[in-house]
């Protein structure tokens, strides 16, 4: 669990720095979206066939980091589209 935590924190912040510009969220923010995107690249690389959904692997690492920064990419324009209405 600890390195679930670990991990999602590492996957957070290297979406945050490969997002370019600066977002507004905080430690708990840039966690939850480490660990949603590394359920997300867990789940595709266990449908890939490379490896279990709990286990750290490269490709899992890669896609959960991808999908990172699309999620903060979602989560940046939904916020944006909210505060100019």
Not at 10 to 25: D, T, W
Not at 45 to 69: C, H, P, Q, R, Y
Request: aromatic content about 4%; charged content about 10%.
């Amino acid at each position: 669990m600890i390195g679930f935590i670990i991990a999602g924190l590492v996957i957070g912040a290297l979406a945050r720095l490969f997002k370019p510009g600066r977002q507004k969220i905080g430690l708990l923010g840039t966690l939850l979206l480490g660990v949603v995107g590394s359920v997300i690249g867990g789940v595709i690389a266990s449908l890939l066939g490379t490896g279990d959904i709990m286990e750290l692997n490269i490709l899992g690492f890669v896609v959960a980091v991808i999908a990172a920064v699309v999620l903060l990419g979602i989560a940046e324009g939904t916020a944006g589209r909210n505060r100019s209405a």
